[in-house]
């Protein structure tokens, strides 16, 4: 022990809650891509009028423990012809994103990895870099349903992306705050999705699925159309690296849709950390139950709605808020 | 009708003399005999006349090759053959794919089969047999493919070009059905054009027909078409026994309406649930895969097997209902009818669905002619052509039921008419159980060796996907001396070329998903 507080005392405090705050998150992300994907078996089964698995463990609880190593068994298959570093690079980088955004994310009142005063930036500009691997996965595969998947998912992500920020400024404006603690800790008088910002709530929702390549916005790996889409030709443990990237980002989007509109980690009674995780599954349940009744849209479609319906609401909606504040 | 067509003919054909024929011994009214040098202007004369045309095959004599047309028409029935014979040692004749797009494929199929050559033909390429075939198939004797017939198949290579790429769609892919492989050219998200390529379960059931008797061939029936094998099953018989003037009894009629309408329900139910899912939507596919099963655990009981039936067998069926039979029906039609609106809340009303399928892959009533497409594909274009009224076989004619259609032939309409179908299904079902009489299932004293009289027959149904047609030559003996099948998703599978030309990829796979296509059927 003392050890340790000697390696704390030569590093300082600061790196060593990062050092500290990057396994924790590490081990979040792997624990909830583990839960999430028996979650979606299960709600996927239900809403089929199937069981989902059940074999493996109490529930199928062990199921996604097996299901992982298996793909840690898988061969790697590398396919002939294809752009080897980028190929090999792409499902390594996807992570990259993912974990920096969840240095900012406060799941409780003192559980966050380091309170920065832009975590709003620090998070859609980290976002934003999700799309390079999946181009590079696409490119670097060289196969056409890839490269199709690809430029979908480019095109997808920049028209996206901007009501995605739209719909998080006005929180900003009436937190006054970048940081994501001040911002929830403004909501104790009452959450954001209450207080005039439902529009942008829904909006944040649905630009979020569209960014986390959710049905019925998964263009880019739309299966009846390009097979797996820019994973195609990724199997065993960089495929699985794919699935849990997805995952992890569909938790962040929860997340973030938490903290900026549902006030939080705040809550009666329960531990804030608890009601955090109760929200954020909510929203990750909501998004799932999408997926499992909705078809596709398609590629033009899904461009006219954002350009032509979510981000003129999402001006409306930002300079109205701004106005009003103003006043 | 016949009268008119015929005086018509011989006003503009005054050398050819068509003959009538009796139309419940032969299954046609008129049959000409013409030369190959008025071929084409003979299908032209049927053209005007609004006829389409519904088959087109070869039968080998051995002394010569005779082409068989076979036109029809789709408001009256009027059924006429026109031969053309051509020499076996040279065998060619004129194409007639400008005037009929449908004879396209089909004398592609004569050419690799027979080796007709068809002149004038713009794409004279194999389109079942892929390479290393060194005999054509169905001639009577053996004569090798020679070798400049060959090269034209191996010059179907498509190459990188400048201004777009080819996709190679399927065989593997997770919305072809099966095994159709399409070669599309794309630029980007458009199709510029698509290029369907057969085969690949192709399994030569014209051919195994001819080296089987009668009896034994009733099991590859049900093999072409899994999900409508009943109606295939009745396809066949329905057309032995005409070939050999046998009567089934009437409870056999009845059940045999009955149980092809269920089937009929579990293809439509199979298909929506797959049309949905090409769309994206994975649920709706478990649901109608819940529905499905109990007809086929109502199947199951009386049938004894779950998909490929041949529970028809000549002059009957292979067994009485099982006892349980009518109640379980009843419960299904129940069950069944509550369940439509459940599909409307959740597909049919839903705002990504309809933009989805709405005004998509329009066909226009030029469509039907040219193409000879059928089933519920030709009536979302809003011309009501079913076989079931309109050539009616088993007791279709005492029931009365309406025949859905569209107005657009959009994939919406398609849709549209199959959930409508189904329900009239339902009606149909209902009306047979509540008249279904008792006696005999079986006709008695059915030889055990078929040996039906010299000649041919064309008889036609109305399968879960369309028209579906067998012609049989019987030269006397207990084996067909040719056997062939018109097979529904053939001809409706020719739109695609042209509906998916500057199309998006997204939704030339929802008309693709909306022609129902059974590959296995359309491979033979």
Redo the contacts between chains.
């Keep these: 022990m003392c050890d340790l507080a000697a390696i704390i005392n030569i590093i300082g405090k600061e790196t060593a809650r990062l050092i500290l705050g990057l396994i924790g998150v590490l081990i979040v992300v792997v624990v909830n891509a583990l839960v999430l994907t028996w979650v979606e078996r299960k709600v996927?089964g239900h809403?089929?009028?199937?069981i989902g698995p059940k074999e493996v463990g109490p529930y199928g609880l062990i199921q996604p423990f097996a299901d992982g190593l298996k793909l840690l068994g898988k061969e790697l298959l590398t396919p002939a012809n294809v752009d080897k570093p980028l190929y090999y690079l792409a499902p390594v980088i996807v992570f990259i994103p993912v974990l920096v955004s969840f240095i900012v994310i406060p799941f409780d009142g003192f559980l966050q990895v380091k309170d920065i005063n832009v975590g709003i930036l620090v998070i859609l500009a980290f976002s934003s870099l999700s799309v390079l691997s999946i181009l590079i996965a696409g490119w670097g595969s060289n196969n056409?349903?890839s490269l199709?998947g690809a430029?979908?998912s480019v095109a997808q992500n920049i028209a996206y992306e901007i009501p995605l920020l739209l719909s998080l400024l006005p929180v900003a404006f009436m937190a006054n705050s970048l940081s994501l603690r001040d911002i929830v800790e403004v909501q104790r008088q009452g959450w954001f999705v209450w207080r005039w910002q439902f529009f942008a709530f829904l909006i944040y929702f649905i630009a979020a699925t569209a960014e986390t390549n959710r049905?019925?916005f998964?263009l880019p790996e739309?299966?009846?159309?390009l097979?797996a889409g820019f994973h195609t030709e990724y199997s065993g443990m960089r495929f699985a690296l794919f699935f849990l990237a997805e995952y992890t980002n569909i938790f962040i989007a929860s997340a973030i849709a938490t903290t900026f509109f549902l006030g939080g980690y705040l809550g009666p009674v329960l531990p804030g950390i608890v009601w955090f995780f109760i929200k954020t599954y909510f929203l990750v349940f909501v998004i799932m139950w999408f997926r499992?009744?909705?078809?596709?849209?398609?590629?033009?479609?899904l461009l006219n709605f954002s350009w032509k319906i979510l981000i003129p609401v999402a001006f409306a909606n930002l300079i109205l808020t701004g106005g009003i504040l103003k006043l | 009708m016949v009268r008119e067509i015929s005086d018509r003919f011989k006003e503009k054909f005054p050398s050819i003399e068509p003959k009538e024929i009796p139309y419940e011994q032969r299954g046609y009214h008129l049959f000409i005999e013409a030369e190959k040098n008025n071929i084409v202007d003979i299908a032209g004369f049927f053209r005007n006349e609004g006829f389409y045309l519904a088959d087109l095959c070869c039968v080998d004599y051995v002394d010569y090759l005779e082409l068989v047309y076979f036109f029809n028409n789709h408001n009256k029935l009027c059924r006429i053959k026109v031969t053309v014979k051509t020499d076996p040692d040279k065998p060619s004749a004129p194409t007639i794919s400008h005037i009929y797009n449908m004879a396209h494929w089909y004398e592609r199929e004569i050419h690799e089969f027979f080796g007709v050559f068809f002149e004038g033909h713009p794409f004279m390429v194999y389109l079942f047999l892929h390479d290393g075939i060194d005999h054509y198939p169905l001639r009577k004797k053996n004569v090798p493919v020679p070798e400049w017939d060959r090269q034209i198949l191996n010059s179907f290579r498509p190459e990188e070009q400048e201004d777009g790429f080819f996709l190679n769609l399927g065989p593997q892919h997770p919305s072809t059905h099966g095994v159709l492989r399409v070669v599309v050219k794309m630029n980007g998200e458009y199709m510029l054009s698509a290029e369907p390529v057969l085969g690949y379960l192709h399994r030569m059931h014209e051919k195994m027909a001819e080296n089987r008797t009668y009896q034994q061939f009733l099991p590859n029936a049900a093999r072409m078409d899994y999900l409508g094998a009943l109606n295939f099953n009745l396809g066949y018989v329905a057309t032995v026994e005409k070939l050999c003037g046998i009567e089934a009894p009437e409870r056999a009629q009845y059940i045999r309406t009955i149980t092809c309408e269920l089937n009929r329900i579990s293809s439509h139910l199979l298909w929506f649930g797959a049309f949905v899912a090409d769309l994206g939507g994975l649920t709706p596919f478990l649901y109608t895969f819940d529905d499905r099963e109990n007809i086929l655990d109502i199947l199951e009981a009386t049938a004894g097997s779950r998909l490929t039936y041949s529970y028809f067998r000549f002059g009957g069926l292979y067994n009485d209902l099982d006892e349980n039979f009518v109640d379980a029906v009843k419960q299904f039609i129940t069950r069944l009818r509550s369940r439509f609106s459940m599909y409307e809340n959740l597909v049919t009303g839903n705002v990504i669905f309809i933009n989805r399928v709405k005004n998509i892959g329009v066909m226009d009533k030029g469509y039907p002619i040219r193409y000879g497409c059928s089933g519920p594909v030709i009536r979302s274009t809003g011309i009501p052509f079913d076989i079931r009224r309109h050539e009616p076989y088993a007791v279709y004619d005492r029931i009365d039921f309406r025949i859905p259609t569209g107005t657009t032939g959009d994939n919406m309409d398609r849709y549209l008419v199959r959930i409508q179908e189904m329900e009239i299904s339902l009606d149909i079902i209902e009306k047979a159980l509540k008249d279904l009489p008792a006696g005999p299932y079986k006709a008695e004293k059915i030889p055990k060796k078929l040996k039906p009289p010299k000649g041919d027959i064309y008889h036609t149904i109305e399968s879960p996907r369309g028209e579906l047609g067998v012609y049989i030559v019987s030269d006397e003996s207990d084996v067909p001396y040719r056997m062939r099948w018109r097979v529904p998703s053939y001809s409706n599978l020719m739109t695609f070329p042209e509906l998916a030309r500057g199309s998006l990829i997204a939704d030339a796979i929802a008309t693709l998903g909306s022609y129902d296509l059974v590959i296995p059927e359309i491979d033979r």
């Excluded at chain 1, 078809?295 to 033009?300: A, H, L, N, S």
Aim: proline fraction near 7%; hydrophobic fraction near 30%; avoid cysteine.
């Design positions: 996927s809403m089929q009028k199937r056409k349903y199709i430029t979908r049905t019925p998964d739309a299966e009846s159309e097979v499992w009744t909705f078809p596709r849209v398609r590629f033009d479609q």
